[in-house]
């Protein structure tokens, strides 16, 4: 195919529809703040502090950092790469991709393995997105700094545990989270998730400058954070922890279930794919890192352990909100930061479907966004139930919701990487993996090695070390 026909195939609409497969952002910087909106999100500031927290700190950290570095970056590039050249949904993408370059079929699975993920990660991550909302109304209802006493502790943990208890409330969160998606997709590319990442991502920035600059000048404990983060430990590294930050790198980066495919797709041609995906992966980082020093600080400055898992930012945060000056004011500014993050990465895994079904639907973008919105909400309800009513429905060891969030991070995801990264640094010809790379230098050399060698093994060590103890 010669370069102008290539290019043609590349700009003409997808099959069935192709309004929204065409409409790209309207810059460089739209793409950028949806990418960084899609990444930052739960995974940095719920997540991530939790998980240095239980896996030990600074050793975990460094695991974590060279994860991003050496395959999380690399297959970042690859999907954008993959979304740009192909068009259209994921699947789309890499059926077309695959067929023009003369490659198997079955690659498209990449693009299925997306939609069942998007499925399994929204359900979940809704209702825990619910729960930022609800803490925002605790908050906002001086509920947080009512538990102000000796008994803070104590009432914060069983303000949660009540919120767990009560199906109707996290509904209720979910609910919220699930039509406020919908509704931004439904607006399309341009109009919909580029108008609101374009508020929401500023917004962010400048309120987590502000939690680190209040935990820096108020708690006196930054210096002890910093080292928390930042100096390792290797005698508390775990091959559980190897596997847990792997995994994490791909979550945080929403890598592996293509959703980074779909916003690559709008991407205009000419501009500029490596670059703009050191700065979402760096970016993406920072806020991890900025998050940990904003909250371990208030942490420590009231004694309490960083080791708390998924309550840390639910159950020892709102301990410490209660204690300090203007903890009320705080803490609304917290969960709404919490809020805003969540949703800007709801949005980018909803499109993905959202996107395939407007291919192969007669129902349109809105349509479309409703019912997959719609069956996302109800798989949802089995989230829910895992923290009441159904908490004792146990399948290897794991409740729904903890079910979920093992199979996509620990599993899914990294699979999706690896077919991702195997595609683009093998089947996809050099030819055009270079055209979308925008030149052939020392850069995309290594890119394709890391492709090619780094990532496939590292994935597969990881994978396997993990299914053989499992096993045990
Ligand atoms: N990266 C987001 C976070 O850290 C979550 C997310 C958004 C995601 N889109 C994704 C995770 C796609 C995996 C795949 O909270």
Not at 36 to 50: C, E, H, T
Request: net charge neutral; with cysteine; charged share 10%.
């Amino acid at each position: 195919m010669t370069h102008s026909a290539t290019l043609a195939a590349r700009t003409a609409p997808p099959a069935a529809t192709g309004l929204a497969a065409t409409q790209t952002w309207s810059s460089r910087l739209g793409f950028i703040l949806a990418a960084v909106g899609s990444a930052v999100g739960l995974g940095n500031i719920w997540k991530f502090p939790y998980i240095v927290g239980e896996y030990g700190g600074g050793a975990f950290v460094l695991v974590y950092l060279i994860c991003v570095a050496a395959i999380g970056l690399p297959v970042l590039i690859a999907e954008i790469v993959i979304g740009r050249r192909g068009g259209g949904s994921p699947i789309h993408a890499m059926r077309t991709l695959a067929q023009r370059e003369g490659n198997s079929r079955a690659w498209s699975l990449v693009g299925w393995i997306g939609i069942v993920c998007a499925f399994l990660i929204l359900s979940f991550y809704s209702v825990v997105a619910g729960w930022s909302l609800l803490y925002l109304g605790f908050a906002a209802g001086g509920e947080i700094t009512a538990s102000a006493g000796v008994d803070a502790a104590d009432k914060m943990a069983s303000l949660f545990t009540r919120l767990l208890a009560d199906p109707g409330r996290l509904i209720a969160g979910h609910t919220l989270i699930m039509a406020a998606t919908i509704f931004v997709v439904m607006r399309g590319v341009r109009g919909g998730l580029e108008s609101a990442v374009r508020i929401m991502v500023p917004g962010l920035f400048a309120i987590l400058i502000g939690l680190v600059i209040f935990a820096a000048a108020t708690t006196g404990e930054f210096a002890r954070a910093a080292a928390f983060l930042f100096r390792p430990n290797f005698s508390a590294l775990t091959l559980d922890a190897v596997l847990v930050a792997l995994g994490h790198a791909f979550f945080t980066l929403s890598i592996g279930m293509t959703a980074m495919m779909a916003y690559g797709a709008h991407l205009k041609r000419g501009d500029d794919v490596p670059s703009a995906a050191l700065a979402i992966a760096g970016l993406d980082t920072v806020v991890a890192l900025l998050a940990g020093l904003a909250i371990f600080p208030i942490v420590f400055s009231q004694g309490l352990e960083p080791s708390a898992g998924p309550g840390l930012v639910f159950v020892t945060l709102p301990i410490a909100f209660s204690q300090i000056a203007y903890g009320g004011v705080i803490a609304c500014v917290f969960f709404l930061f919490l809020g805003i993050a969540a949703l800007s990465s709801t949005i980018s895994v909803l499109e993905p479907v959202v996107e395939y079904m407007e291919e192969h639907t007669p129902f349109g973008r809105a349509g479309s966004a409703c019912i997959a919105g719609g069956a996302i909400w109800i798989l949802g309800l089995g989230s829910v139930f895992a923290f009441n009513i159904g908490a004792d429905v146990k399948l290897f060891g794991m409740n729904f919701f903890d079910l979920l969030d093992y199979v996509t991070a620990n599993i899914l995801l990294p699979v999706g990487g690896m077919l991702v990264a195997l595609y683009a640094g093998r089947a996809l010809s050099e030819k055009a993996a270079r055209e979308e790379f925008g030149g052939g230098g020392l850069a995309f050399h290594a890119w394709r090695f890391m492709l090619r060698y780094v990532a496939p093994a590292g994935i597969g060590a990881v994978l396997v070390t993990n299914l053989i103890q499992s096993a045990h």
